[in-house]
């Protein structure tokens, strides 16, 4: 049995966000009034996607305890749909934006923290609320995925839905930066159109390859916990197999 019940566990981590959200948006900094706001930003972008996962997950919990044994067959077709968005959402957008936002992020910073986050954000954003919106995002997204099995769509269409999602969202900071003439993040302002472009591009192939890994990892999880390990197939042949004399 598990020691928390992943159903409180959702209900926390959505808490979670909604509070990193309100902290997030209280903070009066010169970014958040400017062209596009918050919204120009892929970190809190994906803070949204995340809360509204999990409210999904949520939401998926209480249906599903509202409609166990009641035998109302257009109750369980809701609740088949709400899986099914609740599924589509973790292996399009929680899981690939995500994860994403968590290495490239950490990465970055890691060779200059100027290029993406720079100093001067300390003064306004504490550092439990960076890692709320940088760090926290993979674990939780990571016990959903363990705690739960989701159905990945065809691999055609997720792989759709995520390029789309790439290229929406690099359009969208191209655009901010034709009408502000400032680029959404700091190290695109030193790196040429040429290498903007291969940027841009590297981002997409790495989305849909996080896709992928998402797709792996799932499959992964439960088919393991669905098959006995190989050790135990050898020892209960052992036990049966009788003397040889």
Known sequence: MALVPCQVLRVAILLSYCSILCNYKAIEMPSHQTYGGSWKFLTFIDLVIQAVFFGICVLTDLSSLLTRGSGNQEQERQLKKLISLRDWMLAVLAFPVGVF??????????????????????????????????????????IEMRTSHHAYPSRSSGLAAICTFSVG?????????????????????????????????????????????????????????????????????????????
């Open 101 to 142: 936002v968590v290495a490239v992020f950490w990465i970055i910073y890691a060779y200059d923290r100027e290029m993406i986050y720079p100093k001067l954000l300390d003064n306004f954003i504490p550092g439990w609320l960076n890692h709320g919106m940088h760090t926290t995002v993979l674990p939780f997204i990571l």
């Open 169 to 245: 969202y690099i359009l969208w900071v191209c655009w901010v930066h034709h009408i502000t003439g400032m680029w959404v993040y700091p190290f695109l302002e030193h790196i040429g159109p040429g290498a903007r472009i291969i940027f841009f591009g590297s981002t997409t192939i790495l989305m849909n390859f996080l896709y992928l890994l998402g797709e792996v990892l799932n499959s992964y999880i439960w088919d393991t916990q669905r098959k006995p390990p190989s050790w135990q197939g050898i020892g209960i042949s052992c036990i049966y197999r009788g003397p040889s004399s």
